[in-house]
T-cell receptor, first 113, second 114 residues
Framework: KAGVTQTPRYLIKTRGQQVTLSCSPI?????VSWYQQTPGQGLQFLFEYFSETQRNKGNFPGRFSGRQFSNSRSEMNVSTLELGDSALYLCASQNQAGYDTQYFGPGTRLTVL | DQQVKQNSPSLSVQEGRISILNCDYTNSMFDYFLWYKKYPAEGPTFLIS?????DKNEDGRFTVFLNKSAKHLSLHIVPSQPGDSAVYFC?????????????FGTGTRLKVLA
């Protein structure tokens, strides 16, 4: 099976712009989670989607939003970008929720200037 | 409030010796724990896991120990190899007030010296 893919791999934006990141999970996986990784902060949970429904949400401002399509592909959107949004954004897929291993994509490196 | 903590941001170990990475958690609802390894420019990959009904799980050179009373888990790598140099994240999962949680620690950067 193909792994988790994320596009684009790298992005450079300026403050105030908005950005959309895409994630295609492993075929058959219905759960997609998004994380933000910054130095010293580990993996900060953004949200999780399961069968097109947001099931879980982390402590991020409303500028961060997401959605999941019927084919389980997911997108994450960040509006009104701030310098502090510069990070590696990772998505992970699971077969189902719960105790399944999460399979991560390579991430999208976002730089906000 | 960091519910899963890895208090050592970095660790250096000589090749062939044991590497011990530690992780503490605060919420007793966590009942399944995992370790992931991350190389630069790649996403984390699953390494080993343990259920709360066990106190030890072994897979080759990797062993995870769980001390539920202390809310502490550790990953032992024996013997350590240069290819083990990476960032290691622990993760804890469980159901809290009807909501499923899967929380990662801040990571420990392991450097194995040849």
């Amino acid at each position: 099976k193909a792994g988790v893919t994320q596009t684009p791999r790298y992005l450079i934006k300026t403050r105030g712009q908005q950005v959309t990141l895409s994630c295609s999970p492993i075929s058959g996986h219905r759960s997609v989670s998004w994380y933000q990784q910054t130095p010293g902060q580990g993996l900060q949970f953004l949200f999780e989607y399961f069968s097109e429904t947001q099931r879980n949400k982390g402590n991020f401002p409303g500028r961060f939003s997401g959605r999941q399509f019927s084919n389980s592909r997911s997108e994450m959107n960040v509006s009104t970008l701030e310098l502090g949004d510069s990070a590696l954004y990772l998505c992970a897929s699971q077969n189902q929720a719960g105790y399944d291993t999460q399979y991560f994509g390579p991430g999208t490196r976002l730089t906000v200037l | 409030d960091q519910q899963v903590k890895q208090n050592s941001p970095s660790l250096s170990v000589q090749e062939g010796r044991i590497s011990i990475l530690n992780c503490d958690y605060t919420n007793s609802m966590f009942d399944y724990f995992l370790w992931y390894k991350k190389y630069p420019a790649e996403g984390p990959t699953f390494l080993i896991s343990i259920s709360s009904i066990k106190d030890k799980n072994e897979d080759g050179r990797f062993t995870v120990f769980l001390n539920k009373s202390a809310k502490h888990l550790s990953l032992h790598i024996v013997p350590s190899q240069p290819g083990d140099s990476a960032v290691y994240f622990c993760a804890a999962s469980g159901v809290d007030s009807g909501t499923y949680k899967y929380i990662f620690g801040t990571g420990t950067r392991l450097k194995v010296l040849a």
